[in-house]
């Protein structure tokens, strides 16, 4: 029986779109140009992730936590579910760099650990944790969603 083909093995498409035919993206702010090129290919290749959302949840949480002052920050809920609006919540923009920081590579995820972990002792100091978190009808089960929010039981 003769031996099949290589191009009769491989898929006829591939599905994944090809990265090097793409401009190079925008620096994130803050992280090198290699980390920005690996957020970029994670965006193109993660499904519910969509280009820019890292780097656009990394300036909404950088948002969140720029007033001064000692005054304690609330979370607002967003009023709306599409891809940008969800920003307005600024724990959808956690959520966001916890999922980018969940795929990404070693070094890149290393480098905007550094970063996140930097806004996150932040805004854990800034915000009061919720007392009836563990009584909620929905699961929450990373610490940014079990911190008092805008709204809270009277929406």
């Given at each position: 029986m003769p031996r099949s083909r290589p191009g009769a093995l491989r898929p006829a498409h591939d599905?994944?779109?090809?990265?090097?035919?793409?401009?190079?993206?925008?620096r994130i702010?803050?992280?090198?140009?290699?980390?920005?090129?690996?957020?970029?290919?994670?965006?193109?290749?993660?499904?519910?992730?969509?280009?820019?959302?890292?780097?656009?949840?990394?300036?909404?949480?950088?948002?969140?936590?720029?007033?001064?002052?000692?005054r304690p920050l609330?979370?607002?809920?967003?009023?709306?579910?599409?891809?940008?609006?969800?920003?307005?919540?600024?724990?959808?923009?956690?959520?966001?760099l916890e999922e980018a920081l969940e795929h990404l590579p070693p070094r890149p995820r290393a480098e905007l650990n550094r970063q996140v972990r930097r806004l996150d002792t932040e805004f854990h100091a800034r915000t009061l944790p919720d007392p009836f978190a563990d009584r909620r009808t929905w699961r929450v089960d990373r610490w940014w969603?079990?911190?008092?929010?805008?709204?809270?039981?009277?929406?």
């Open positions: 599905p994944r779109p090809c990265t090097r035919s793409l401009p190079p993206p925008d702010h803050g992280l090198s140009s290699r980390t920005s090129l690996a957020i970029h290919r994670l965006e193109l290749l993660t499904p519910g992730l969509h280009l820019g959302a890292v780097d656009y949840a990394l300036r909404r949480y950088e948002e969140f936590l720029r007033p001064p002052g000692r609330y979370p607002r809920m967003a009023d709306c579910d599409c891809h940008w609006h969800a920003f307005d919540d600024v724990r959808h923009a956690r959520d966001i969603h079990r911190r008092l929010w805008e709204w809270g039981e009277w929406r």
